[in-house]
């Protein structure tokens, strides 16, 4: 049977620097020393990661239960978009709905902008709400389609009203 992480053997095995957002360990773990910088940065996603008695951990969990002394209840969202910044001050409790307000341009995206694809010969601006996409119209210019996207999400995405 494998161990509960508690808050208390979290803080028994690693520190967390809230400032940074960056944990080291505090004692020596497999072929790991202590001081070392804990976790591998997941280039598939983004989020860091680490094992804790075979099991396997994101570590803006991890920043959470440090803190807060306990698991969070529901999603974190990494405020600036940045899966590797855990930070304390940039991690807060979402919903998936909130969450999902939270994210950023793919780097694929042909038109480089959040919200925006290209439809025939215009831009198709679009956005979702509550899990249904709202088409917003279709413009000349990827910026034109973007400017569309932003106010929309202004006024729609409360929880995370800008666009990046």
Not at 58 to 72: C, S
């Amino acid at each position: 049977m494998k161990q509960e992480l508690t808050t208390e053997l979290l803080r028994s095995l690693m520190s967390y620097d809230c400032d940074t957002g960056k944990f080291h360990w505090i004692v020596n773990v497999s072929n790991v020393k202590a001081g070392s910088l804990v976790g591998t940065l997941s280039h598939d996603d983004g989020y860091i990661r680490t094992s804790i008695f075979g099991k396997r951990y994101l570590l803006h969990r991890l920043a959470w239960l440090y803190t807060h002394g306990k698991w969070p209840a529901k999603q974190i969202d990494h405020i600036n978009g940045n899966r590797s910044d855990n930070r304390l001050e940039n991690l807060r409790e979402a919903s998936n709905a909130q969450n999902c307000q939270n994210i950023i341009a793919r780097q694929t995206n042909p038109s480089g902008f959040l919200g925006v694809s290209r439809h025939e010969n215009k831009w198709r601006a679009a956005i979702s709400v509550n899990g249904k996409r709202k088409n917003l119209g279709r413009f000349d210019t990827p910026e034109a389609a973007f400017e569309a996207y932003s106010k929309a999400k202004a006024e729609l995405h409360t929880f995370s009203p800008v666009a990046r």
